[in-house]
């Protein structure tokens, strides 16, 4: 377990369930190695798909302000976050929306439909992500223990699909989606109905996120919770746990827990 200043704090009651964030928690972007880890755009909405679809169709149109577009496209996803999102089609019309905003704030007027087709099939979560190597086994090793696993994340309706055709759907009693509920992770009441969803109480329930602000949010909702910084780069604060990997949330969670009653 990797200690950070201001880390070190202990779960305080036995563990009967773990809720999971998913994006750099549980999951990984499927992009090639030279795509710079550090910029998210390019990490989660589309990455290097989205450079090469926008190059087929506008070869000439510079970059060099993606940041900035993207950030426009996220503020108009906020925004709309407190709108129920149910259905995958739905997402879909979103995010043609996102995608005209991120080309317009790049000069682009009027992007021909069947370019905006193809950025929402490239930022497709069913087609972008992949689990971290431990995480597979850590997650099974926890479910034998006889503890519910959940998921938490601030996302959208494709994501539970994406567990689906990976396989892995199957390990989670919960699988809880911010825009589905129309609420962000800093809204207490998603954490509310997460804990109804496991069918535990929240003191009996680790939250493990990769932003130390959600994990203060769940703290104060009454879970017990951790940060999981896999690059060592989340703002260390005072009174938070902080930790490296899934290997690191097992061996948390095993010191807190009791061996599973009989069934």
Known sequence: MSERPGGGSRPRSRLRGVLFDSGDVLMRPTSPNDAPATEAWRRWFGGPRFVATIHTHLPGLRLDDADQAFDAGMRYLDDRHRQPLRTVAEERERFTVFYGIVLEALGVQ???PELLQELVDGGDDEVGMEP???????LRHLRDRGLRLGVLTENWPSVEAAYQRLGLRSLFHAFVISAQEARLKDDPELFAIAAARMGLPAEAMLFIDDWPPHVQT???AGFQGAVL???????AIPGLTYLADLHDVERLVMAATLPPSPT
């Open 218 to 220: 769940a703290l104060a």
């Open 132 to 138: 971290f190597p431990e995480v597979v086994g850590v």
């Open 229 to 235: 910084d896999r690059n060592a780069e989340a703002p």
């Open 110 to 112: 009027d992007p021909p």
